[in-house]
């Protein structure tokens, strides 16, 4: 930590920073510059947190070394996070995992349906929701444990991993019962007695990116879950909310390369929501693996346009074997496979 | 709503929009344009939402015409929200309700203290957090049940409603035993299962806008609470995420008049987490009084200095006076009492 | 400057950068801390770019410790900027400035109506824009030099001093033979040789922010104005670009109070871009005031819907007038003057 | 245009608007809605601005049907527009044009190694800064004319041809003596002289988006230009300011598929100036081709720690020969050649 102290501040002000920074059991070293004094602290700075110095009289502002989370760092560690699952299938590493589904599970016949088209077509898990968190309080609200029950049949039947959003704590146990893979959607990414639940449930999470979330934030909320001895979260970017509505959101694509510099997880995309457009799936799941994701998470559905939730967003079964095949040169072309 | 056509659209494609119309138990009318074919619908559009239309053949985009809260909306009502409290408070109508009290509840001393010395500067209620939402998991996380019980005991010394946050629906209950106001945090503005569950409980809800909450997604999130027959809600403007980092977030004053125009719900504002400046909390209160608020949510502690949480944002106890003494004359220049 | 080196930085990194320190005339400091080496820099960091440290090898980032701008740092000034006409009007100090009068010049007898009218309702001063910016390139551009001399003809006859918008360095000389103030708009506040053309006029300048501009840009902005001798610039927040579309722009007041702390120059609110809808005029300019601006920036109109450009968000004469009187009590209530 | 009317609107406002209509010389059509009427308008709306409607009382919001912009549109028109240069190089069609040079022309010695290199790399054209707007008044702003005379002397020895920055209409003619393409700066996006002046000047233009424009105001503001009888725009997206701050900017790829919908006009990205980051410009440049970019423009100096201006975004030679390499394939995976 640095802290910065005001041109005005004083003597005394200078002396309290420095025995505070005692007393926290580090050491402090006076820096005096010719418009500004600094403190240098040594040691880890982050047994304190950084608003403590902010609000000590006569300072200017703090500034940390260290970033605030540890276990999701890459410092420190040789290793990348790969994801196992009983079938032989994975997430991290040199594959490109493709996670495919519908939005909303509808019936039995539709998930098992579309679990063996999009298997055929070469993805590595099903995606279908069963509690879904709607902005309108008057729309389809998901088909709940019924779903779930349809869901892990078309495991049986397809051999896919499946993964399904987690709404809340008491719900966890429930899900974890049913679904290999626990996801953690974009307005829970700062749920913290939910990360805490999924974290405790042992379960791989898809942590989805908060639509407003600095890097920062997302990796730490990665590290609410790491914490709980859980190794196995897969951060995923969903777009962020800036000025633009041509698309619902902004899909961020330098987050990849920037996280893979920052953290040993997998990092993948959804293009579904992150553009809310149909139309651009297939150019933005290339991009996402020409700038290095380690996989993707796609909306399909047989009939869109008879589908409860999301249907703008979501492609068709043919159009995502097409995608499929497209995205083999792309990933080929940066060294991975799909 | 109104559906507009691509340029490109088939006859097949109009006939098919209509025909959906119908099914629908609404009235399409087609305006056959220079450029482009529109289709008006005439009826209660609300039954249908919106996606549905952007999903079908030769459709460009389709445009709502009524918003879709129906219960937050001021249209056809003649009345605004009061809330009324036993001791004889009340949030909204002319009066300026101030909430005021320490981020978190740190002990049963000084939250009593507290409680009296806002009282005593003229608060309505006090506010104190018993389970903290912190972005690093090794942070203090609040004094849970145990702070309620010091918040409750609180109330009985000083007189004030309380106000304390809830973070999951499993904690409705028991925080419904103690507090008279819940309040529903920026993070979980979209947290559903607990907008409904605080819609059960009947307690009045501060509802705080979510930090990347559009208007539209703030007075949906208001219809969950209320479509539960729960009429009491109270809005509450929190600050912005946009690129601006002087501040911790941009609080948008110009939406107090723009909901005021929409809602017949009262509206206050928390400067405190808004700007994350103690300096700026004197100056963007008053603003927010001189715009039209109803009340403003202020975090005040003996010491932020030793604050456990939220310190840089917060001001003393005499600064809260001094506040107080202040706000008086800009209330009534703008016609409100305080 | 604090150089904050990579985890894995060599000692011939560390080196490298001590010697840059030392080359530049500046003394460098090393500080050997658990988990990185920091190296801090002791004189004017401002003598070398930024980016230059962050180039250099085995550098993971450098920290500034002193504000890039000198001239708009309140730093080290005891005095606030007043800006004085002949009239005997100002803007800054204990007064607040109201600046009013239509978007565009649409005839002489039109500004001359405007000008007596807001003059006798207690205006400042009075502007109008000859050159006009116009997003589409199919509208309205302004009656360029005959609108400079009908606006000159209405400081005549009101005596009030005259401000307008200068769009390109070859019309300073043109613009200043005629108006009191020059004003840069939103879209020129990093049209750098603008800047420096209007710091070379030696008129007063009103200077907006970018609509995505930080604080620290919007200083450096002043900046170039100041560094030509030029001392005589006005700030003016005119709303920033967020997500939220229902006001045009998202009026940031919260900057007001913050560049009080930052700058000695005055700071005036333009409620009538920042927000684009003449409704929330009338409490945006209340908060302003009750925030701490200096003054307002208005735009009326005799007959808003019969205005060239900008209807939306212009309000009538007599809304004006009822504005002047309604500020009044506001700008009392906070120990100022209108 | 579709007009929707205030629940309380009344007849004679329903008539005015009516009248409006007629006026401009467009039919109106009443639709009479169960809680809203609404005026659809029959011909090209764009003949009035739509802050015309937004004005009349009783209007509730106005809703354009046709986007403002004509000559941009992809719409009637079929055909792509490709910029070919005197040494058959061009920009636009099958093959990914790479632009490429220093932020800054430091010297003719420079500029003209910088050249041969990235000519033998596979560079399309080559581009250098003579004019540097900066956002700090005390920083290097470009060699200026001398810069423009090495540059054009590149261009004989190299067969390349010439990009380089225009900032005011007053340049216009001196750099198109020198450049073969000129290039408007993101600040400069809406400075709407400058896009008439390089209108006229019939010379090909890279016009970069601003920073916080608009897919929309992107459109307008080549709209502008092309409406000078100027067909040869090239549009670039080189990020967008929101919250993010780990890169300078957000690079938005989805503009590019986006784009394509929209207009006919070639679309190449900037990474360089779109991240602020050396170690993104290659999977950056890979996720720009993968999503449909036409191509690229990227910052490259033989030494970046001594560039004068940007060096964190520059990559060396041979990182740009690399570069060149790896996109090859990433070209090739979606039909394109580089």
Not at 59 to 84: M, Q, W
Not at 183 to 197: E, H, S, V, W, Y
Request: net charge neutral.
């Amino acid at each position: 930590m640095i802290i910065v102290m005001k041109a005005e501040s004083t003597k005394k002000d200078i002396d309290h920073v420095l025995d505070s920074v005692e007393k926290a059991g580090l050491k402090g070293v006076l820096l005096q510059g010719t418009n500004r004094n600094v403190i240098a602290i040594i040691g880890d700075e982050r047994v304190v947190p950084k608003d403590f110095w902010d609000v000590l009289p006569g300072v200017e502002k703090s500034v940390p070394i260290l970033a605030p989370y540890k276990l999701a760092s890459k410092e420190g560690k040789d290793f990348k996070t790969i994801i196992h699952f009983n079938n032989g299938k994975k997430i991290g590493g040199d594959h490109i995992a493709v996670i495919a589904g519908p939005c909303a599970i509808e019936s039995k016949e539709q998930i098992i349906e579309i679990a063996k088209r999009v298997r055929d077509a070469g993805a590595t898990a099903l995606r279908g929701g069963a509690f879904k968190p709607r902005s309108n309080p008057y729309t389809f609200q998901g088909l709940k444990e019924e779903g779930l029950v349809h869901l892990a049949r078309a495991r049986e039947v397809s051999g896919l991993p499946i993964v399904t959003e987690v709404l809340t704590p008491e719900h966890v146990k429930l899900v974890s019962k049913y679904s290999d893979i626990l996801q953690i959607g974009t307005r829970n990414m700062q749920n913290f007695l939910l990360l805490r639940a999924v974290g405790e449930s042992g379960k791989p999470v898809i942590l989805k990116r908060g639509m407003s979330a600095t890097i920062e934030e997302f990796l730490l909320a990665a590290e609410y879950i790491l914490a709980q001895n859980n190794p196995n979260v897969i951060l995923c970017e969903r777009g962020i909310r800036t000025f633009e509505t041509h698309t619902r959101f902004t899909l961020s694509l330098s987050i990849v390369p920037q996280l893979k510099e920052m953290t040993h997880l997998p990092i993948i995309v959804d293009p579904s929501h992150g553009t809310g457009k149909r139309s651009l799936i297939n150019p933005m799941s290339k991009g996402s693996i020409a700038v290095g994701a380690d996989g993707l998470l796609i909306e399909t559905h047989p009939e869109p346009e008879k589908s409860f939730v999301d249907g703008p967003q979501t492609i068709t079964l043919e159009s995502f074997d097409e995608l499929m095949q497209e995205l083999k040169p792309v990933a080929e072309a940066v060294g991975r496979k799909i």
